[in-house]
């Protein structure tokens, strides 16, 4: 304690030292509910507005990725939806454009069948025409050389 006495003593402290405290504790009480309350509360008002802003900021960015992968997995199901669509209305087309193909296919070659029975039954009409006119003609070609 006498150490602590002598430090006062050199630095050339006297009685009026608890007098001065008690001053600077009053100041600082009055200065507080004046001053510092105040700029506390600006500095935590700062603070709510600039960086709790970022953590939001950071919060709405993530929503907006999550949002925007489910908007990207939902175009890409739409998208294949609308392949197979396209593509199941594309085989029923090929497939109606096949058949009708076939009974095209079916009708020429019933037409061929009908023209080329019409053309043997010609052929075989007129053979038999030749036919009775080469008896005729033989007959005839036998009569003149025989008189």
Not at 117 to 139: F, G, P, T, Y
């Amino acid at each position: 304690m006498d150490m602590i006495i002598g430090i006062f003593q050199k630095l050339g402290v006297d009685q009026s030292i608890f007098y001065q405290f008690a001053i600077f504790i009053v100041l600082f009480a009055a200065l507080k509910a004046t001053f510092f309350n105040k700029l506390l509360f600006v500095i935590q008002t700062r603070e709510s507005k600039t960086t709790k802003l970022n953590d939001e900021a950071g919060d709405k960015f993530k929503e907006a990725e999550k949002l925007s992968e489910k908007f990207d997995n939902e175009i890409q199901k739409a998208s294949e939806e609308a392949h197979s669509k396209m593509s199941s209305i594309k085989n029923e087309s090929l497939k109606k454009i096949m058949d009708e193909q076939k009974a095209q296919e079916a009708k020429v070659l019933a037409a061929y069948e009908e023209e080329k029975k019409a053309a043997i039954s010609e052929v075989e009409a007129k053979r038999e025409a030749v036919l009775q006119s080469a008896n005729e003609l033989s007959d005839s070609l036998v009569n003149k050389l025989v008189n």
